[in-house]
């Protein structure tokens, strides 16, 4: 049995970034299936501007419809409490203990993970895949893997490196960011007035 990809963010907007990750999931024939996670925001989180919960929701779903082992999970939207993703995984692991979970993060988040919220008991509940992005410093994203695995942590190095995007960019300039967007959102982004004036 393959993996079950827990792929989380806050999706503000969906990005090419994203997207690319999503493309490499869906090609490895040791992931069965992926969970699109669009997050509920944490304590920690800051932005600029966070668009409405729904819209972040209806881009995730556009995007699933491109793959076949994609599915949108609103499972933090399901809790009250304070999204960690130490709590989704204990929660995504009990409600479904016949799936092999494995969760996919990014190397800008990668190198903040021993910070997270119960960070040393996180990385040894669920094995990770890293992808680097482009920007993120190649010894420091080794370095980083090499001591989250002293930590007992299980990790994964993707092959593909993904594109630097800046969110905090596509937001304040969304009439230059076509590029840095798949079609369809960008599209709905356009006829939804998501971004802009606000």
């Not at 800008?108 to 895949?129: G, R, S």
């Not at 482009?134 to 942590?153: E, R, V």
């Amino acid at each position: 049995m393959g993996y079950t990809a827990i792929f989380g963010g806050t999706f503000n907007p969906f990005h090419i970034g994203h997207y690319e990750m999503l493309k490499a999931l869906e090609a490895d024939e040791n992931i069965d299936e992926i969970f699109l996670l669009p997050d509920k925001i944490p304590p920690h989180k800051t932005s600029d501007y966070l668009v409405n919960d729904k819209h972040r929701i209806e881009m995730c779903n556009i995007v699933a419809a491109d793959f076949k082992k994609v599915s949108v999970c609103l499972c933090e939207f399901e809790r009250e409490e304070k999204s960690y993703s130490y709590d989704t995984v204990v929660f995504l692991k009990e409600k479904y203990p016949q799936k092999q979970f494995i969760f996919a993060i990014g190397g800008d988040m990668l190198v903040t993970l021993d910070t997270w919220y119960k960070a040393d008991e996180l990385v040894k509940l669920i094995p990770f895949i890293a992808f680097m992005r482009a920007d993120t410093d190649a010894t420091l994203f080794s370095n980083k893997i090499a001591s989250l695995k002293l930590m007992g942590a299980n990790i994964f190095k993707a092959r593909e490196q993904i594109p630097c995007v800046s969110s905090t960019f596509i937001r304040n300039n969304i009439e230059k960011a076509q590029e840095f967007l798949p079609k369809k959102v960008y599209d709905y982004i356009k006829s939804e007035a998501i971004y802009g004036e606000h």
